[in-house]
């Protein structure tokens, strides 16, 4: 029996799914096949280190946050026990002491309930244990191998295997290759090189000044002195992981409970400049009151009601793709609108009869963009209005995702995801509209269904009346350089003039956008050198990521697909649309689909290659499946 061989270049949450379907199909179709993993570091785990401390969260609760396939949306089951996140923790004795997590006796502390947030480095922890359990679960027909270096090249043998190169000179040839490396670190663009530059050549005489571009792994943050001026750009999920691991990290304590929240610094903390493009925080979820697998089931932003309006545009326009703000916005708005008329009035209004009011329609467009057309004379009218904006919608959050009427509308935007996918990726929309999209649109609906726990913001409201943090500036700030204070400076046009801040340390805390052309990792230049891979294109926009056909085989510089290779995750962000999401407990997952899809195709080209040998009694041959690291 000829063996076939696949590499899996990166072993996070993507890496696990190829897998998790690997062992599964494996299992009906016992071909024999050499499995190798390129994965520097612990498999699964990937950008969740089983090491980081417990003051950095998820930002879902924990019980809609799995890595298996709910049953019934694949074929082939699982090999091994598919536990929930939360269902793991308690199997394995955790239990929540305060603000921690901790293996304890059944008497100390409280259950793991389904609406904990649980620290990232559980979460690293359950990944990790997915792993060994899909090790064991492999029939011994296969075997499995890791290599703890990195890829650094691919290319195609002439016979047609692929040849991977790691960072110590071995090479591994294999017939199939998933590449699932997840995120990435861009070259630094013009404007963070003169940053860069600048804190360098001034360091002599500020020794605090820096400007730190990439904040992870949050070591980085290290060799922060207390009292420095420290500027964080950007008031999204990363931001939260770099305040916390500022105050919590540096033996601050919050006391109290809910919006009664105090904080006790520890004298350690630097001053924390909190900013970001338009000054605006993520909102925090709402309570979940859906349950594990309750979701809002559109009824005008549909699937269908897309794929319709691509006909008629072909018809009337002689394409397919649409404009987002024009077309889809009003069906996304009349859903959102749908939802928020039902609990603010008690009663679902009837879907065919329903039509989004003027008032309602300006009132999700505030929601959306609270700062259109709003100017601000001062800081002190910014601060007001921040703050306020904060506990109102912390209030909101409180109600939960359906009583709320605000919480309802805006968990819309992630409860159609699939629907969004449908309308933005492989070219849907025009070059201009997908642009437009993703600059304006994406951010805001981030900001509003994907923020963090309600902890953190009443957190932030905390550390802001204490003086620990503070806003400087509003929206429209600019960081600039003042060489005579050799500083960094925060620049606002507010009404009555504009303000200045000066800070010493710049982080940036905000993750890279995945693309080929400025990717620094040597396989992603080495990839684009051979014309393996091109950068995905709508038109002439660039939105990130790789080229990739239907098929999830990546395009080489002609246009070919290349069959043999899939490329699945952060890597294709661009042509795909919200590829980071981990599956969910009793919902149809994005990543296990692709995952499947991937992994079957690649099984019925090795059983159009040979034919399966079998004993006579049947039974698959038997190879003595191994499971070693190199």
Known sequence: MKRNSVTIIGMGPRGLSVLERLAALLQRLPLALDIRVIEPGDCGQGAHAASQPQH???????????????????????????????????QHGYRRVGQRYLRVMSNVGAVISDADYLPRCLLGEYLGWVYQQLAAGLPDCATLRQHRQRAVDLWRQPDGRCAVELD????????FVFLTTG???????EQET??????????ARNPQLAY???????????????????????????AHDVVAELTVGRGGVFEGEGGALRYRPSGKEPLLILFSRNCLPNVARGVNQKGLGGRHRPHYFTVDAIAALREQALRERGSRQLDFERELLPLLLRDMGLVYRGARDGRMPDPARYVLSVADGVLLDRLLFPLRGRRFAALADFRAYLDDYLRSDLAEAELGNVISAVKGATDVLRDVRASLQAAVEH???????????????????????????????????????????????????????????????LETPFLSGP??????????ARLDAYSPQTDVSPLSRNLLRRGLVRPYLNGNYHPGGIDIDADSHPLDASGLPLATLWVLGYPVE??????????????????????DRCVSAMFAAMASQQAIETHPHGAPISSGGTLSQS
């Open 499 to 508: 303000l200045r801040a000066h800070f010493d340390v710049l982080l940036s």
């Open 183 to 189: 995120h990435g670190h861009n070259a630094a663009t």
């Open 427 to 489: 070219g849907g929309l025009t070059p201009e509209s997908h642009r437009h999209f993703l600059e304006v649109f994406h951010p805001a609906i981030n900001r509003v269904s994907f923020g963090p726990p309600r902890r953190r913001n009443q957190e932030w409201l905390a550390l802001l009346a204490c003086g620990v943090a503070t806003l400087a500036s509003g929206p429209g700030a600019s960081v600039e350089c003042d060489e005579a204070a050799a500083s960094f400076v």
């Open 212 to 238: 730190v571009r990439q904040v992870y792994p949050l070591d980085n943050l290290a060799g922060i002195a207390a009292g420095t001026r420290v500027a964080v750009q950007g008031l999204g999920l990363s």
């Open 168 to 175: 110590n000179g071995f090479i591994e040839l294999s017939d």
């Open 574 to 595: 661009g042509a795909h649309y919200y590829t980071h999401a981990l599956p969910r407990p009793l919902m149809a997952s994005r990543q296990v689909r692709d995952a």
């Open 56 to 90: 950095l969260l998820i930002n879902t609760v924990a019980s809609q946050v799995t890595l298996f396939p709910t049953p019934g949306t694949v074929r082939d089951a699982p090999v091994c026990a598919t536990p929930s996140l939360t269902e793991w923790a308690r």
């Open 194 to 203: 003169r940053l860069s530059a600048f804190a360098r050549a001034h360091a």
